[in-house]
């Protein structure tokens, strides 16, 4: 079982990265899938999931500015974030799990990809 998360980077204040994870090894289409972000010294943290019936679910700080999507049948779940700001800075994490437990903690997730590090710059 494999999450490969990708498309991090540096980008200024206002501008937009897509983040996009790729599942493979089981189907994870009964899935909550989800993203966290970390930085040094800090727990890390809810960013955006999305569950099995497609409903979504936003840290308060990123709503209206970060889009959760999955595709079942391509075995991706993506990020968009558009206005970023410096504190959006951070190493992404896409996240995995079954049913069961809160879908905003981290012990609820099974399985987690590599991390992929966005940068924004003032």
């Known amino acids: 079982v494999q999450l490969q998360a990708s498309g991090g980077g540096s980008v200024q204040a206002g501008g937009s990265l897509r983040l996009s994870c790729v599942t493979s090894g089981r189907t994870f289409s009964s899935y909550v899938l989800g993203w966290f972000r970390q930085t040094p010294g800090t727990e890390r943290e809810f960013v955006a999931a999305i569950d099995s019936s497609g409903s979504e679910y936003y840290l308060d700080s990123v709503k209206g500015r970060f889009t959760i999507s999955r595709d079942n049948a391509k075995n991706t779940v993506d990020l968009q974030m558009n206005s970023l700001k410096p504190e959006d800075t951070a190493i992404y994490y896409c996240?995995?799990?079954?049913?069961?437990?809160?879908?905003?903690?981290?012990?609820?997730?099974?399985?987690w990809g590599q991390g992929t590090l966005v940068t924004v710059s003032s």
């Open positions: 996240a995995a799990g079954a049913s069961g437990g809160r879908i905003r903690s981290p012990p609820r997730y099974n399985y």
